[in-house]
C-alpha cells in the first residue's frame, strides 16, 4: 500500500470523526436543555417539542451542511489522484492541508469567527483545485 493512500485513508478517518463530533455536538446540547424540535423525540424525556432548534444545533447543522458540499469531493479527487498514481508527495500534502483545513474550519464555525472561518474555508477549496490539477496532469501524461 503506497503512503499516499495511506494518508488519505486516515484522512478519511479524521474527516468521519470530526463529522461525528459535529454529531455528538449537536445531541449534546439537545440533551443538556431537553430541547428537542420533533415531538416522539420530545415525549422520551416527557417534555413538549419546541418549535425551533437551539442556536448551538442550527450552527452545527450549519457545518453538516457545509461538510457535506466539500468532504465527497474530497473523497471523490483524493480517490482519483490514488488511483492515478498522482505524484505522492503532492497528494499526501494535499490531503493532510485539506484535512486539517477542515477540521479547522468547523472548530471557526462553531465559535463563530471570521475572517478564519472563511479563509479555512478558502484554504479547503484551494486543496480540492490541487487536487484537480494533479488529476488532470496524469491523465495528460
Excluded at 43 to 69: C, G, M, S, Y
Aim: proline fraction near 4%; hydrophobic fraction near 55%.
Amino acid at each position: 500500500m503506497s503512503n499516499a493512500l495511506n494518508v488519505y485513508a486516515l484522512c478519511m478517518v479524521v474527516l468521519f470523526l470530526k463529522m461525528f463530533m459535529v454529531s455528538c455536538y449537536q445531541g449534546y446540547h439537545r440533551l443538556r436543555f431537553v430541547a428537542f424540535t420533533n415531538p416522539e423525540d420530545a415525549a422520551v424525556f416527557k417534555h413538549a417539542a419546541q418549535a425551533t432548534e437551539r442556536p448551538e444545533v442550527i450552527r452545527a447543522a450549519k457545518v453538516w451542511a457545509n461538510d457535506l458540499e466539500n468532504i465527497p469531493a474530497f473523497f471523490a479527487l483524493g480517490g482519483l489522484a490514488i488511483a492515478l498514481d498522482t505524484a505522492a508527495q503532492p497528494t499526501v500534502w494535499l490531503s493532510i492541508a485539506f484535512t486539517l483545513a477542515r477540521v479547522l474550519h468547523t472548530l471557526a464555525y462553531l465559535l463563530g469567527v471570521q475572517p478564519w472561518r472563511t479563509l479555512f474555508y478558502a484554504i479547503g477549496a484551494v486543496c480540492l483545485l490541487g487536487f484537480c490539477a494533479l488529476i488532470t496532469a496524469s491523465i495528460g501524461n
